[in-house]
């Protein structure tokens, strides 16, 4: 298989879809955790169920993923919408199964806290319905926060309420967020003091334990801080169980929500805002009508507070609602939660079957483009291949043209070579004839030259003398005339040769 790069493998969605997979693996394990939580699906025997509470921001979720090592517990998805941003984390401890469930904590705005309440309420009344026991709460507390009012106050009257004076020993308050040193952490120091002495007297005095997570420097010192507090607690806890109030209330005594402790705590405070907010309305309305003048300063003055009335009569709205809400029995709640649940996945499921209707079409799309750039790739693999053919029969009809050429070059010059060697033979037969001639030729010569020395012998030799008068004429007339001294000599020669006939060396020599 051919490398491939980060790049290629994002633009490819291979990532993208192992993140989905790993997801849609945290979602199916957190839904089995949820429904072991909730006692439709039986959890094994030992299992242990620990429930965090605390305001949000206060470390929760981080103080779970630390200490079962589970970093996956951050990941919030879809299905939180389900279940009211409550989550169940599922973790194995001295071969016992561990479920850590996290809550969403209260804050300022009560008709929101109505929510919450409803959420826990009505999941820890139907475990509880179904024969599952907390073993023990874990409440985490943000110490660096300067004073204990609004959200958190509510939040600490709402863990009472819930868990009730009989849970108060498996109550464990954890403080987080603690600076190092100096003089906020002298102020800490006194803050973590009136939680115990005030917030907190009657729980520690039923045998709630404040414990500091206190850690500085790295990660690893965090998650050790974290898994030494839980793993204390856990074999506190572990074979022990707590009916929680709201549960007992709920189920046991099957009053409706307004009427559990919790609830009242909520109520009253949902009361007393409401009669903040007709009070801020009457405000508004009186505003709206001792100002007469009309100008448009007036006139801009008065849309922000009509604005502003829009605004409290809603909130008051949804006060009404939830005090509405208050007045339900647990089934009732049980039934509209299932509803809002149902309503929530199958928005979900919507969601995801939009996703995979889109996911689909882009894949036809990819598929097309893959099927063109398949056809493409083949036409021009083909023309390469063509090309790729024609390039040898090029080079061949090249080199068969170039041969030809050769062989047309090669034949004529065959041919004058055949010319040149006929010639050469011609040649050589001509010049062997010459050679043969100039050998006659210098035979002839040399044998005439011969003679003429011969001749000049005879001429210089005293018999020679006698003759001169009769000859001479004929050499005299020779020379004068130019003609070859040899066909001059040679006509003397002949003349001596007359004279010498007898004898070759006519013993005129030797006389
Ligand atoms: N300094 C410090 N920061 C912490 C500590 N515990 C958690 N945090 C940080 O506080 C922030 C909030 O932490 P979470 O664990 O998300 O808080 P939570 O209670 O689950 O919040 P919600 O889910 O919104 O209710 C994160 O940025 C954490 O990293 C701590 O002990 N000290
Ligand atoms: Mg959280």
Redesign the pocket.
Known sequence: MPSRTIGSLCESGVIDAALKTLEMRGIEEEVTSFLTFLGAQRPRPGSVFILVM?????????????SIERQDA?V?HELESCTN?MAVFQARLEERDVYLI????FDDTKWENMEILTAIAHYFSVSYANNVFINGIIY?H?I?DNKLGGAARTNLEMLKGLCGRDAFPNVSVIT???SPDGQERSKQEYREQQLKDIYLADMVKEGTQIVR???FGTMFD?RA?AKAIFQRFFYMWKDDQATLQIQHEMINRQVSLGSTTAGRVLQLQMLEESKLLEKQLENISESRASDVQVSNESRRGDEILGDKGSEVRLMLQEHHKALEYMRLSILEIHRRQQERFMAQLRKIEDGWKDALSAKKEDYRLLEQEYQRHQSLRREETIGEREAALEKPIRAENERHELLSQLQEESQIQQLALTHALERNDDLTKKLEDAKIALDKKKLETNSKLEIAERAKQVWNSPLSQALVTGGLGIVGSAITTGKDFLQSTMKLLTVVEVYCAPSNDCGVVDD
């Open positions: 605390g305001l949000t921001g206060s470390g929760k979720t981080s103080f779970i993923a630390d951050k919030g941003s996290d809550t969403p904590g985490v943000r660096s987080t967020m603690w997570h206190d850690w965090r801080s």
